[in-house]
């Protein structure tokens, strides 16, 4: 039977892009969404809100799209797959880690100002959807850059 992994967001990065390449200078991003759900307390009926963050990767020049132009605070549409990471910490503990695989991107929000772009030393130019050309279906064996949150 066939079977689908998708997830969509619509979300804020909790910090600045990381930004790194591989020894074949293939850049990777890793960035943190935050999304928020609001809802309404049962009993008391006041207002609740319960916030998610997400691991979100990308690649090649989706990733320096994402390395260029987004900051903390940003608000970004993802599309990508769930993956589950597993490797051993330095006790030798299984760890797991859920990250989101991203295949489309699209930045919301203003386009960056003149004056933004001064300060970067470039002319912004914004791409408004972005599609990962991925080709491997793996972040890779090493262990995480940040520790699961």
Known sequence: MPSLNKVTLIGHLGADPEVRYTQNREAIATIRIATTEISKDKSSGERKETTEWHRVIF??????????????????????????????????????????????????????????AKASGSVPRRADTVSSDQASSSVGDEAPAMEPF
Not at 70 to 95: C, F, H, M, N
């Open 59 to 116: 690649f090649n020049r989706t990733a320096e799209v994402v390395g260029e132009y987004l900051r903390k605070g940003s608000p970004i549409y993802v599309e990508g797959r769930i993956q589950t990471r597993k490797w051993q910490d330095s006790a030798g503990q299984d760890r797991y880690m859920v990250e989101i695989i991203a295949s489309e991107m699209q930045m919301l929000g203003a386009r960056p100002s003149a004056k933004d």
